[in-house]
């Protein structure tokens, strides 16, 4: 065969797979209309040659076929009253195919018990296969051995002209294969469901995985809008606020604080960008794709706590260990909580407050230490913003802690302890 013929062929098992798509949807839709057209096909081609003959011995008596003598003639209304027994339950024999097995069997003993022999008996094997794809399968063991009893029945009616093992052997062998390719489109039918669930419930975790990484990452871009707007914005107010002061009483001093205003908002609008700028679906590393800088380190620490300085919070900072060795991960977490303590102390604490800042990494633990002299505090445990438990989140992604509250000698203390205990894929 070549390949033009293989191509060929693909629009032809297209369609075959449409027009069996469209017959199983049939199917479903009106189940009477095939079990309706099994039961007329078995009449056409079984009952009604026995009907126009008058007999399945009849039409070889003339002494083609002498096989036949051996068994009764049968008048025409019992004979469709025997053919009416054995087909007419097929109607059934995918809603009931116990009862449906059931009922065929009778008749085919009761026939076989007169001596008659009739091509409708060919609904047995019917019965049988449709037992063994739609039936329950604890029904089959009684189901096989009253069909080896009705075989052994029939072969010892046919043994005056046909011996009685090969007409077991013809006989059994027949019900063997109805009975196997029942089976086997059975197990072929629950692998192709099982297939199917199964990539159904593939899809639907793949669309939990979808919704659960949609809001991971809302949530991520929302802690990281929260840490950039509120420190900067604190910043920018306390700056103004001095401005506004120090305008009437020093002109420059104004000026220069106008200055670090426009820089702090110019800083928060880079970070924006760069925040939302992941956001944006970009085709690679194209050249108009945003530019993404470095997220924040422990490095830059210091250019924070100048910039919170310019807006006349007095800092003391200092780092204790080999902090710059830090994975990217741990020293964005670090950097985050940093800044959202000292927004909280920008906001709450008394102008002349001081604030020893302090980030200590020994022992695969990283302690960041935020204390301020006070005496204002942050509101009470009822008013907990998002501040807080965004710090506790991030230190939570490294098995850590956050605590805050009160420190002894006044003021407030904020204290985290992040382990970094190798854990695999932290992100």
């Known amino acids: 065969m070549t ?3 293989l191509s060929g062929m693909g629009p032809l098992v297209a369609r075959l797979s449409r027009g069996g ?6 199917d ?3 189940p009477w209309v095939l079990d309706t057209a099994v039961v007329i096909l078995v009449f056409l081609m079984f009952c009604l040659p026995d009907l126009v003959h008058g007999g399945a011995g009849d039409h070889d008596r003339d002494g083609r076929h002498p096989f036949w003598f051996a068994f009764a003639r049968l008048p025409l209304a019992g004979m469709l009253v025997l053919q009416a027994g054995l087909v007419l339950p097929l109607l059934w024999r995918r809603r009931r195919p116990a009862a449906a097995f059931a009922a065929v069997a009778a008749v085919f003993v009761l026939q076989w018990s007169l001596g008659a022999a009739l091509r409708a008996d060919v609904a047995l094997f019917v019965a049988l296969y449709s037992l063994a794809l739609h039936g329950r399968l604890r029904q089959l063991p009684w189901a096989c051995a009253a069909t080896a009893a009705a075989m052994v029945l029939v072969a010892v009616r046919a043994s005056v002209a046909v011996s ?4 077991l052997f013809f006989l059994l062998s027949t019900a063997t294969a109805a009975l196997a390719l029942g089976l086997v489109v059975r197990i072929r039918r629950a692998q192709l469901a099982g297939l199917r669930d199964r990539a159904a419930r593939l899809e639907i975790e793949r669309d939990q995985r979808s919704r659960l990484a949609a809001a991971t990452e ?9 840490d950039i707007v509120g420190h900067n914005l604190s910043v920018i107010i306390t700056l103004a606020d001095a401005g506004a002061y120090a305008s009437d009483l020093a002109p420059d001093r104004g000026k220069e604080v106008l200055q670090l205003i426009g820089d702090t908002g110019r800083q928060a609008l880079g970070e924006l960008r ?3 700028g992941v956001l944006r679906e970009t085709a690679g590393a194209s050249p108009g794709g945003p530019e993404l800088s470095p997220q924040p380190g422990i490095a830059d620490i210091d250019a924070l706590c100048a910039n919170v300085r310019a807006a006349g919070l007095e800092i003391v900072y200092r780092t204790s260990g080999d902090v710059d060795a830090l994975d990217s991960g741990v020293q964005l977490t670090t950097y985050r909580i940093v800044q959202e303590a000292l927004t909280n102390t920008l906001k709450h604490a008394d102008p002349d407050a ?3 800042l302090a980030v200590v990494e020994k022992d695969t633990r990283l302690t960041i230490q935020v204390r301020d002299t006070g005496p204002a505090a942050p509101p009470g445990p009822h008013e907990e913003g998002h501040g807080l438990v965004g710090m506790r989140e ?3 992604l490294y098995g850590g802690t956050v605590s805050a509250g009160p420190a002894s000698g006044g003021g407030w203390s904020v204290e985290a302890v992040l382990d970094l205990t190798p854990q695999g894929d932290v992100r």
């Open 3 to 5: 390949t033009d013929d």
């Open 394 to 396: 991030r230190a939570a």
């Open 28 to 30: 479903r839709t009106h």
């Open 164 to 167: 009685v093992w090969d007409a």
């Open 218 to 226: 809302r949530t991520r871009v929302a802690r990281e809008m929260h």
């Open 21 to 26: 798509r469209r017959l199983r949807q049939a």
């Open 274 to 276: 760069r925040v939302l």
């Open 354 to 356: 001081c604030v020893h």
